[in-house]
Structure formats: structure tokens, C-alpha cells
């Protein structure tokens, strides 16, 4: 309830619109590929044309039907496995569906956020960060997200601290013995 009815109240709202974010890993360590965020999909996919450019080959007997938003359904062309996708120092490996006809070069679904443990962070003014950590050291990166198809500036990443809990034994009797990290 508000105290005086005549005071006008200021309600923040959020936009009819925000644009689709995506991220520029390196990819078959060949060139960054803009790569679209998302969580609503079940599989990591990338256009068929973009493959071939970065030397990718695949496996044609595995493929799967795929139903798009606006209910048409095709098959993929095939899986291509354990394709490298760095951002900054991490590198994860995922299996990457070949398709022939999208609107995207790569879509970065469900596998990529369950291996790197990814977290987002949204913004007000619709920017976007997401952490993601190496599967294999447990190091994380805070990577800029860049509205779809628009050229980003210059951003570093940052590594956060390990947390305690990833720290360990180990790693604490090593600071502990001279106050850095090895």
C-alpha cells in the first residue's frame, strides 16, 4: 500500500524486446564463430558450411530429426565429436550436430551449460555475462555476451578465485607455505 495516493509511484518495466546474445569462442582452434546462447536447447548445432570452413568432419550415420519453432522437421547431417571451443583459457570439447539449413552459424544448447557449469548474469539494460568453469581444472571464466550480429569491442575476460570448497587441502597447505597460488 502507498502512504500518500498522490504521490505517483515509479513502476520499472521490462522491454517488449532483447536481442538474442551470443559469444565468440575459437573454435577447431582455427577462428572465433559467433555462437548463439541457448538454454532451450537440447543440442549443440552448427551450419553445415561453417563446419567445412574450420576443417570439421562428422559422422553421417548419426544423425537425428529435428522439429524447428515453426514445425518443420528435418534430419541432421551428422554429429562431429569432441570439437574444441575455447573461450579465453578453457577449452571444452562438445558434440556438435551438422545441420544443413539455419538461421545461425552455431548454437551453443543444454550440453555446453551442463559441462561448463555455466551461470548468467542479466542486466537492466540488457547486457549479459556468463561464467562458465573448465570441466577438467575447475578454473572459471567471465565471458561478455554481444547482441546477435553486432561486432563486439574489445573485451578481456577475467578469472574469478577459486572458491574454498574447490581450493582443497592441497591447494590451501601451498598458500599457506608462501601466500600465492601455484
Not at 577438467?136 to 565471458?143: A, R
Not at 577475467?158 to 582443497?168: D, S, V
Not at 597447505?173 to 608462501?178: G, L, Y
Request: charge should be negative; glycine fraction near 6%; include cysteine.
Amino acid at each position: 500500500l502507498q502512504e500518500n495516493p498522490e504521490t505517483p509511484v515509479k513502476v520499472q518495466v521490462g522491454a517488449p524486446t532483447n536481442a538474442i546474445r551470443s559469444v565468440l569462442p575459437v573454435i577447431n582452434e582455427v577462428r572465433t564463430v559467433e555462437s548463439l546462447l541457448d538454454s532451450g536447447s537440447s543440442i549443440v548445432s552448427m551450419k553445415g558450411e561453417i563446419a567445412e570452413s574450420l576443417g570439421l568432419s562428422w559422422n553421417p550415420k548419426w544423425t537425428i530429426q529435428l522439429e524447428s519453432a515453426n514445425g518443420t522437421v528435418n534430419r541432421s547431417l551428422g554429429v562431429a565429436v569432441n570439437v574444441p571451443f575455447r573461450f579465453n583459457h578453457i577449452t571444452v570439447h562438445l558434440q556438435v550436430h551438422i545441420l544443413q539449413n539455419t538461421a545461425y552459424d552455431v548454437l551453443l544448447g543444454r550440453p555446453f551449460d551442463c559441462l561448463t557449469q555455466s551461470t548468467v548474469k542479466n542486466f537492466n539494460n540488457g547486457s549479459q555475462v556468463v561464467t562458465l568453469t573448465s570441466p577438467h581444472s575447475g578454473d572459471q571464466v567471465v565471458i561478455p555476451t554481444y547482441d546477435r550480429g553486432k561486432t563486439p569491442q574489445k573485451a578481456e575476460p577475467f578469472l574469478l578465485p577459486p572458491t574454498p570448497a574447490e581450493e582443497g587441502p592441497e591447494t590451501e597447505e601451498k598458500k599457506s607455505k608462501d601466500g600465492n597460488f601455484h
